[in-house]
């Protein structure tokens, strides 16, 4: 059975700690463009849409993570669903699958480890962070410093005594946190994505290290290409020396700061990739 309303399925609860109101916003913006591009759209949990079985949406965009979720919906994408971000791309950001599509692609990354949790493991130069291997940080635990080799080997602990197999060990790298926000994988000035922005980190003593922003939306870009995503953020540190190191990309992030023109930028995205659908 075919729906004439385009889905938008909001991220689990548990993959939004403290940004529940934000994640929700950016969705339902959104939204509201899209119907203004002439689209019928109806919200859903990613429990509703789980259970929402035999019925085939015009088009699905989504922030859920999860993934029983994701395989339902790749099951529409292969009857021809179009989705914002794809099922595949959305599982691409789970730290082990990033690190090795990004070393295939050659798209410049903060060294990483993936290492089991349940092992002794040479954690080398300290200080360390120690990252769950899937998802991004959803509880305490999920990502810590490590100043010491104890404090190491208890994060890893932590992580197995939560059932989780892998973790990804990666250096401290002092500088500037940086965060930005794409939409869009086309060139676009400078070689970056079509829609870009970037910005400090609020809780951080900005050093104002000088960096090439064109060279960060360039690398952005490429990294997400590689993953496939369209609707993508992230963090990188700029060093003192000026070097721009990626620490992590994420599929449709909040876009708190640029709420309002993010979300009528990705509306016009999702509107040309769902034109033609269902007609």
């Known amino acids: 059975m075919s729906d004439a309303s385009c889905w938008g399925i909001f991220r689990e609860r548990e993959h939004s700690p403290g940004r529940e109101s934000d994640d929700a916003e950016i969705l339902k913006l959104t939204g509201k463009h899209l119907e203004g591009h002439g689209f019928e759209v109806t919200f859903k949990t990613a429990e509703e849409a789980l259970g929402t079985r035999d019925v085939r949406p015009r088009g699905v965009f989504l922030m859920c993570e999860r993934p029983p979720i994701l395989d339902r919906l790749r099951d529409l994408e292969l009857l021809g669903v179009p989705h914002v971000n794809g099922p595949n791309a959305i599982l691409n950001t789970y730290r082990d699958r990033m690190i090795a599509l990004f070393s295939e692609a050659n798209v410049p990354f903060i060294d990483s480890r993936v290492v089991a949790t349940d092992a002794p493991v040479d954690v080398g130069a300290l200080p360390v962070w120690i990252k769950r291997a899937d998802v991004h940080n959803t509880q305490e635990g999920d990502v810590t410093l490590a100043p010491t080799r104890n404090a ?6 932590t992580l197995a005594a939560r059932g989780i197999p892998r973790a990804v060990i990666q250096p401290h790298v002092e500088g500037d946190l940086v965060k930005f926000y794409g939409v869009g994988t ?19 003593r900005v050093a104002g290290h000088p960096f090439d922003t064109a ?49 009528q930028r990705i509306a016009a995205h999702v509107a040309l990739r769902f034109a033609g659908a269902g007609r």
Not at 228 to 242: Q, R
């Open 152 to 157: 190491a080997s208890d994060a890893l602990a």
């Open 186 to 204: 086309g060139a676009g000035p400078a070689g970056g994505p079509p829609w870009f922005r970037s910005f400090y980190h609020r809780e951080q």
């Open 215 to 263: 060279q960060l939306a360039r690398t952005v870009r490429r990294a997400a290409l590689a993953l496939g995503l369209d609707v993508y953020g992230g963090d990188a540190i700029v060093t003192p020396a000026g070097e721009i190191v990626l620490l992590d990309v994420n599929a449709w992030p909040s876009f708190a700061l640029y709420r309002e023109e993010a979300a």
